[in-house]
């Protein structure tokens, strides 16, 4: 196994953990997989990937940066996952997901 795959099979792992009506960023799931500062290898795990619920992932403040068609079907599937839009963008005070160890981590207080 290559250690992109490793890489790409923890980062699908984490996009399979968002919940429906939940959004993540890039950024947050790279975070999520172990890979802080990863983003883009975060869509190059969903480029190619199957049964993956893909629509849950935006860009940095909720933007969907999907071009065209593929941008509007994913407004859409969030849309029917009840997530709410503020213009363009993802409401992400009211969607955005936390997992739940890294609500653990944020948590503390370093001294």
């Known amino acids: 196994m290559r250690t992109s795959d490793g890489m790409f099979a923890r980062i699908r792992s984490a996009i399979r953990k968002i919940p429906r009506g939940k959004v993540a960023t890039y950024g947050d799931v790279a975070y999520a997989a172990g890979f802080p500062g990863a983003a883009r290898q975060v869509v190059w795990a969903l480029h190619g990937s199957r049964g993956l619920p893909w629509q849950r992932v935006v860009?940095?403040?909720g933007?969907?940066?999907?071009p065209g068609i593929q941008g509007a079907e994913q407004r859409l599937r969030l849309q029917s996952e009840g997530v709410a839009f503020i213009g363009l963008r993802v409401d992400m005070k009211q969607h955005r997901y936390a997992w739940p160890m890294l609500r653990k981590k944020r948590g503390k207080t370093h001294r």
């Open 59 to 61: 860009g940095a403040g």
């Open 63 to 66: 933007k969907i940066l999907l």
